[in-house]
């Protein structure tokens, strides 16, 4: 089961930087790819942000050269280094180990000056 918690959101200049914590208290984490996503204020969907495996990592369009994603599985922690933050990347940001039922509880990011 796993117990996630996001943390490292807040509100930044346009051009700024953030690093988003997920760190897992349960035992899902190691052997997941991990996934972070973003809902955009007033929309229902999610959007893939990254996502990272053991032998990669992807990222979606909107962020690729922007974003880095690591994880530390001895710490049961994902991370997501956010550069050259944009207002289009305001958004609440979550975890997600993927094909399974678990999100965290997000992490709000608000770029703006």
């Known amino acids: 089961q796993a117990q996630l918690v996001e943390s490292g959101g807040g509100l930044v200049q346009p051009g700024g930087s953030l690093r988003l914590s997920c760190g897992d208290s349960?035992?899902?984490?190691?052997?997941?790819?991990i996934e972070w996503y973003r809902r955009y204020p007033g929309k229902e969907e999610r959007e893939l942000v990254a996502g990272i495996s053991d032998i990669g990592s992807t990222y979606a369009d909107s962020v690729r050269g922007r974003f880095t994603i690591s994880r530390d599985n001895a710490k049961r922690t994902v991370y997501l280094q956010m550069n050259s933050l944009k207002p289009e990347d305001t958004a609440v940001y979550y975890c997600?180990?993927?094909?399974?039922?678990?999100w965290g509880q997000g992490t709000q990011v608000t770029v703006s000056s």
């Open positions: 997600h180990p993927r094909s399974t039922a678990y």
């Open positions: 349960g035992s899902i984490f190691s052997g997941y790819t």
